[in-house]
Structure formats: structure tokens, C-alpha cells
Antibody
Framework: QVQLQESGPGLVKPSETLSLTCTVSGGSINSYYWAWMRQPPGKGLEWIGFIYYSGSTNYNPSLKSRVTISLGTSENQFSLKLNSVTDADTAVYYC???????????????WGQGTLVTVSS | EIVLTQSPSTLSLSPGEGATLSCRASQSVSSNYLAWFQRKPGQAPRLLIYDASSRATGIPDRFSGIGSGTDFTLTISRLEPEDFAVYYCHQYGGSPRTFGGGTKVEIK
């Protein structure tokens, strides 16, 4: 059974960089796309972006200037960095595997439980 | 960006009743690339429907999706106790991908 677990600081100061890691267990990171999403308090889910196991990435244009998704230094990990954060970046952050695929799309099939990141001084 | 508006925000029903959930897009969803997810407290979202009307693997046939263009519907024919949850629509035909705000199906 594939499992994903987000980890990282729960509190980040305004203007600093939010850094999260997603650790994948029970399966390989190879041959899949891996995504980050977030949900601000009281709001809907927001797509942040995804990375292919080869390293190619795709980002939400509204966040593109501030976000980097990369493969982890450890095997079976990938990471999210979001710089110059503000209060609006306070959210529960989710990582997911895009493993349910059709002809030219893939949808999330496994998700982490989510981690709350609060931006506050 | 395609904005997805779900209605109603809350649906109060009894087990055994049918549920109809709506998802309206601000512009046409390419190739009807519209999915529905179910989320229960403390659990990860579960994919129910993809391509507007195809059930994902292992999803009971009481869940069905229909729609095209800008109007999509998820129907649960007879609510089981485990179906009370929040349901999200999600379009993956345009960039960025977007989600609706969710419909909570609660026990009446």
C-alpha cells in the first residue's frame, strides 16, 4: 500500500521560504507524477503543481514565480519550496501521487494526510 | 483559470435517499475532463468519477456522473451511511487545474 507523508515546519514567518518534504513508502517514485496541493482555512483546494520522476515540472501560473517542486535528495522523496510567503499562504498542504491515468492525464490516487503551515510572525 | 462552483454547499439527507450534486464551470471544460472526489474527516480524498462520467476502479454503481461543457452532476442513487462526506469536483482539462469549493452531504 502506497503511503505519503508530508513533513516540515508548521510555522513560517512572512517573507521567508516555506519548505515541505513528501516521503513515499510502499512504492517507488519512478514512473509517476507527484503533486502538491493546498487548502487554506475555509476555502477550497488549490493546485500548486507537479513533478515527473524524470524531474520535469509544471506549476500553477499564479504561484510559478515563487514555487519550486523538486525531487528529494533522499530516494522516494520530493519537495516543495514556496518563497516570499504571506498570510495568504497559510493552508493545509497535501502531497499526492498522480497515479490514476488516462490517455493524456493523470489524477491523484494516493494522498498524504496533509500538514498545516501557518504564516505568522 | 476555470472557476468551479458547487451547489448546494450542504445537502441534508437521510440514508436511502438520493443525492444530486452540481458543479458548474466558468468556461467549458476541455474534453469533459472533470472528476469527483469524496473526502471524509481524517481521510485522504478518494477518486470517484473521472472524464465526467466514468467510475474509478472499485467505486460502487450507486455513484454516477453526467455532464459536459460547463454543467456537471454527481448523483448518489441511495445514500449509504458511509457516503456522508464532502464531495469536490476537479477539472484537469485546463491549466491550472482547479477544484470546486465542495458540497457537504450530511445526515438529516
Amino acid at each position: 500500500q502506497v503511503q505519503l507523508q508530508e513533513s516540515g515546519p508548521g510555522l513560517v514567518k512572512p517573507s521567508e521560504t516555506l519548505s515541505l518534504t513528501c516521503t513515499v513508502s510502499g512504492g517507488s517514485i519512478n514512473s509517476y507524477y507527484w503533486a502538491w496541493m493546498r487548502q487554506p482555512p475555509g476555502k477550497g483546494l488549490e493546485w500548486i503543481g507537479f513533478i515527473y520522476y524524470s524531474g520535469s515540472t509544471n506549476y500553477n501560473p499564479s504561484l510559478k514565480s515563487r514555487v519550486t517542486i523538486s525531487l528529494g535528495t533522499s530516494e522516494n522523496q520530493f519537495s516543495l519550496k514556496l518563497n516570499s510567503v504571506t498570510d495568504a499562504d497559510t493552508a493545509v498542504y497535501y502531497c499526492a501521487r498522480l497515479g490514476y491515468c488516462g490517455s493524456n492525464w493523470c489524477l491523484p490516487d494516493y494522498w498524504g494526510q496533509g500538514t498545516l503551515v501557518t504564516v505568522s510572525s | 483559470e476555470i472557476v468551479l462552483t458547487q451547489s448546494p454547499s450542504t445537502l441534508s439527507l437521510s440514508p436511502g435517499e438520493g443525492a444530486t450534486l452540481s458543479c458548474r464551470a466558468s468556461q467549458s471544460v476541455s474534453s469533459n475532463y472533470l472528476a469527483w472526489f469524496q473526502r471524509k474527516p481524517g481521510q485522504a480524498p478518494r477518486l470517484l468519477i473521472y472524464d465526467a462520467s466514468s467510475r474509478a476502479t472499485g467505486i460502487p454503481d450507486r455513484f454516477s456522473g453526467i455532464g459536459s461543457g460547463t454543467d456537471f452532476t454527481l448523483t448518489i442513487s441511495r445514500l449509504e451511511p458511509e457516503d456522508f462526506a464532502v464531495y469536490y469536483c476537479h477539472q484537469y482539462g485546463g491549466s491550472p487545474r482547479t477544484f470546486g469549493g465542495g458540497t457537504k452531504v450530511e445526515i438529516k
